[in-house]
């Protein structure tokens, strides 16, 4: 579905472990926090460094706010120019659809983030269909964002289908994603729980020192 150009690895640079064995008790606000940064850390594989402003954390257990972007519509890497070749007679392969399944897979990914933190043994059928209560909620506020932008471009939103309304696209590659650098979701879980926000700024310096 999506052509990822660059993916983190599984490692994380030294002095990270300190905030990776921190764990604070389970609750609400530690579920918010991994929400939070499963959409941080698909952002920065989708879209790259300097996207995002700012991400940040709040108490209200229903409420994850959405991550703060210079643009209010980023462009993914897939459908940017090819470096070191000029613009002209190289059009980036920019399309609407790219860009709306870019931001499905970035509004799947902080349910995905809970479930994975669930450590559901199969990630792939813990479906929004297990979900409830607050964590329902949140999801349901990620669905109406990638709405508003299907609007915006002029698109039918498949997340709006008759039905289920749940794209296995979206969740999968999500949880691919994820999965292979948890290390980097726990890592800014662990930062927002102490911090409350990251500016995008350093954000950028921590996932991409990740090998």
């Not at 926090?33 to 108490?59: I, K, M, N, P």
């Not at 257990?61 to 897939?78: D, E, F, G, K």
């Not at 309304?165 to 969740?171: D, I, L």
Request: glycine content about 10%.
């Amino acid at each position: 579905m999506l052509n990822v150009q660059s993916e983190l690895g599984t490692g994380y640079p030294a002095g990270a472990g300190r905030y990776l064995s921190a764990r604070p008790g389970q609750g609400q606000l530690f579920e918010i926090a991994h929400h939070q940064a499963g959409h941080a850390l698909v952002c920065f594989v989708l879209y790259g460094a300097e996207v995002v402003r700012e991400v940040s954390l709040v108490t209200s257990a229903t409420i994850a706010p959405p991550l703060q972007t210079y643009s209010r519509l980023p462009i993914p890497l897939s459908c940017r120019p090819v470096p070191g070749k000029p613009r002209r007679g190289h059009a980036a392969p920019v399309s609407s659809e790219a860009i709306l399944d870019a931001h499905g897979v970035l509004s799947y990914a902080g349910g995905v983030a809970e479930c994975l933190l669930d450590g559901a043994e199969n990630p792939s059928e813990c479906a929004p269909t297990l979900f409830a209560g607050e964590r329902l909620t949140r999801f349901q506020k990620d669905l109406e964002r990638h709405q508003a932008l299907a609007r915006m471009l002029g698109l039918p939103d498949p997340c709006s289908d008759p039905g289920p309304g749940f794209v296995p696209a979206y969740w999968d590659e999500a949880i691919r994603l994820l999965s292979t650098s948890w290390a980097g979701v726990e890592w800014v879980a662990a930062e927002l729980m102490e911090r409350g926000s990251i500016p995008g700024g350093q954000l950028d310096s921590m996932l991409s020192g990740m090998s």
